[in-house]
T-cell receptor
Framework: KNQVEQSPQSLIILEGKNCTLQ??????????LRWYKQDTGRGPVSLTI?????NTKSNGRYTATLDADTKQSSLHITASQLSDSASYIC????????????FGGGTRLMVKP | EPEVTQTPSHQVTQMGQEVILRCVPI?????FYWYRQILGQKVEFLVS????????KSEIFDDQFSVERPDGSNFTLKIRSTKLEDSAMYFC???????????????FGPGTRLTVL
């Protein structure tokens, strides 16, 4: 069964600090892995997309890594801001058209002043 | 910046009633999707739609669900006879047609919160 597991479930950090969120997946066949940010009551917003051959991708203060051998990904947030408070969802695509997505449960990040 | 819009933002209905959730995808996008997120749970894929037909659907998308693009701009999800367990946030998404690899970004709407009483 295709599954995406994330840890931790929730995280509280102080503004300005860095943090790393983890994602493990068992999805076959693997097409690509995405990280989304979801504010409360809103739709997910794409942060990064990585294919099998990519092992790191950055988008501003967000850096995602992918180890396709161990089926693990991480999202590193640098110099956190209050606006980073949201759920961060790891999503794996398991068909070539990128249409079949399996979502993780998300990590709820709270950044405190 | 273009965005996906959804109406209504909140729909309350009685069990057994039909509901139609509406979405206006980004105008030059060709792939359309519906997802649902039960409160406190993961986002779940329901269906993808391309070239006026369903391209993939999940086990959740059974006979009580249907989708259509009636007028070239709106993309709708119909639930024929709602059940209590259909209460969830329903997200519409769209993307441009990408070549192989499927790495094109899906853009999500703000969601419709459906409450079935």
């Amino acid at each position: 069964k295709n599954q995406v597991e994330q840890s931790p479930q929730s995280l509280i950090i102080l503004e300005g600090k860095n943090c790393t969120l983890q994602c493990n997946y068992t999805v076959s066949p693997f097409s690509n892995l995405r990280w989304y940010k979801q504010d409360t009551g809103r739709g997910p917003v794409s942060l990064t997309i990585m294919t099998f051959s990519e092992n790191t991708k950055s988008n501003g203060r967000y850096t995602a890594t992918l180890d396709a051998d161990t089926k693990q990904s991480s999202l590193h947030i640098t110099a956190s801001q209050l606006s980073d408070s949201a759920s961060y969802i790891c999503v794996v695509s398991h068909n070539n058209a990128g249409n079949m997505l399996t979502f993780g449960g998300g990590t709820r990040l709270m950044v405190k002043p | 910046e273009p965005e996906v819009t959804q109406t209504p933002s909140h729909q309350v209905t009685q069990m057994g009633q039909e509901v139609i959730l509406r979405c206006v995808p980004i105008s030059n996008h060709l792939y359309f999707y519906w997802y649902r997120q039960i409160l406190g749970q993961k986002v779940e894929f329901l269906v993808s739609f391309y070239n006026n037909e369903i391209s993939e659907k999940s086990e959740i998308f059974d006979d009580q669900f249907s989708v259509e693009r009636p007028d070239g701009s709106n993309f709708t999800l119909k639930i024929r006879s709602t059940k209590l367990e259909d209460s969830a946030m329903y997200f519409c998404a769209s993307k441009r047609l990408a070549g192989g690899g499927g790495t094109d970004t899906q853009y999500f709407g703000p969601g419709t919160r459906l409450t079935v009483l």
